[in-house]
Every structure is written in structure tokens, then in C-alpha cells.
């Protein structure tokens, strides 16, 4: 069964500093990840996409990478800002043979906290 | 207005009634799923459909029916409703199964008294 982890569940930085979300998972044969963001009692926004053959993503100042055959992926955050304060979920699309194709598996989240 | 569209947002409902929620989407695409997402549980899948008609368990179908008689619609039916089904429900789409971006509607915040 796939399991999504993201550590740390909570994080917290001054402004301007550049950081990093960790995601794992523990079966590699996945179609593709997204990470996303949530604001509090808001809908889930895309923030990148990248393909189970592609090794990093990038969108302004997030730079998503992805370690298909050792389960992990990585989303940097450049020069922070109070407004990127959300939790950040990852989520792969898995490949299984038989049963539920191609479903997102969640992990729980990593809080983040920005402070001007 | 196009995109994924929830409703309603919020709902307070009582034990054992019967309560539906929608999910509407204005890009053909053909999966659909519902979530559900709870303190300490995350986001759990309920039910998907891969098109119109063809519909499919989830991890935490029990308690739930959903039917897709029409490719932009995917309704999900609490048939008795219970306290543990206080949540809040995602709906999501995409364009196929594998190697395509899902987007999310804004929610439903369900209440059962």
C-alpha cells in the first residue's frame, strides 16, 4: 500500500529565508507528483506538477524536484514571504495493476509559517 | 464559470438524514473523485469515476453513494448521515488517469448534529 509522508508537519522561518519541504514515498511505481497549496478553510491549488520521467519542476520562486527510484521529492521555496504561510501537501498518482488506477495518495502536510 | 465548482459550501445537517453533495466540472474531463480530509487523517479518497457510468470504491467508501450519470457531475450521497462523516469533502478532476494535473474544488465543511 502507498504511503506519503512529509516531514517536518510544521515549520516556521523568518522572511527571506530560503527553505525546503520533504516529501516520501514508499512505492515508486507512480504516475506522476503535485504538490499543492492549502490556506485555512480554502480549496487545494496546484503549485507543480512533475512527470514520474522528470527530475524538477519549476515555477518563479518554487523549485519542486523528484527522486523517483529512492521515494522522495523536494519542494524549495526561494526568499520566503509572510503571504507563502499555508500547509503544503504532496500527492502522487499511483500505478497499480488491478483495482484503483491512477488516485492520488496524500500525505498529511507540512504547516508553514512565515514571519515579516 | 469554468474550473470545479463545490456546492454547497457549508452544511449543517442531523443523524440520519439523507444529504447530497455536488461537484461540477466545465472541462470534460473524465476522472472525477471525492475526498475527504480530517485532523490527523489527511486527505482520504472516497469514491472515483473514471467516465460517465463507471464509478469505483475508494479507501473510505462506507456510508457513501455517488452516481455519474453525466460527464461534468458527480454527486455524493450521504444516505444516513453520522457524526463521524462531520468532514470536510473535496471533489476533484482531472483529464485522465495517469499523467495529468487533478484540480480541486473549494470544499464542502459538513457538520452532522
Known amino acids: 500500500k502507498q504511503e506519503v509522508t512529509q516531514i517536518p508537519a510544521a515549520l516556521s522561518v523568518p522572511e527571506g529565508e530560503n527553505l525546503v519541504l520533504n516529501c516520501s514515498f514508499t512505492d515508486s511505481a507512480i504516475y506522476n507528483l503535485q504538490w499543492f497549496r492549502q490556506d485555512p478553510g480554502k480549496g487545494l491549488t496546484s503549485l507543480l506538477l512533475?512527470?514520474?520521467?522528470?527530475r524538477e519542476q519549476t515555477s518563479g520562486r518554487l523549485n519542486a524536484s523528484l527522486d523517483k527510484s529512492s521515494g522522495r521529492s523536494t519542494l524549495y521555496i526561494a526568499a520566503s514571504q509572510p503571504g507563502d504561510s499555508a500547509t503544503y501537501l504532496c500527492?502522487?498518482?499511483?500505478?497499480?495493476?488491478?483495482?484503483?488506477?491512477?488516485?492520488?495518495?496524500f500525505g498529511k502536510g507540512t504547516k508553514l509559517s512565515v514571519k515579516p | 464559470d469554468a474550473g470545479i465548482t463545490q456546492s454547497p459550501r457549508y452544511k449543517i445537517t442531523e443523524t440520519g438524514r439523507q444529504v447530497t453533495l455536488m461537484c461540477h466540472q466545465t472541462?470534460?474531463?473524465?476522472?472525477m473523485f471525492w475526498y475527504r480530509q480530517d485532523l490527523g487523517h489527511g486527505l482520504r479518497l472516497i469514491y472515483y469515476?473514471?467516465?460517465?457510468?463507471?464509478?469505483d470504491k475508494g479507501e473510505v467508501p462506507d456510508g457513501y453513494v455517488v452516481s455519474r450519470s453525466k460527464t461534468e457531475n458527480f454527486p455524493l450521497t450521504l444516505e444516513s448521515a453520522t457524526r463521524s462523516q462531520t468532514s470536510v469533502y473535496f471533489c476533484?478532476?482531472?483529464f485522465g488517469r495517469g499523467f495529468t494535473e487533478a484540480f480541486f474544488g473549494q470544499g464542502t465543511r459538513l457538520t452532522v448534529v
Open positions: 476533484a478532476s482531472s
Open positions: 469515476s473514471a467516465a460517465a457510468d463507471i464509478t
Open positions: 512533475i512527470q514520474s520521467s522528470q
Open positions: 472541462w470534460s474531463h473524465s476522472y
Open positions: 500527492a502522487v498518482r499511483q500505478v497499480n495493476y488491478g483495482g484503483s488506477q491512477g488516485n492520488l495518495i
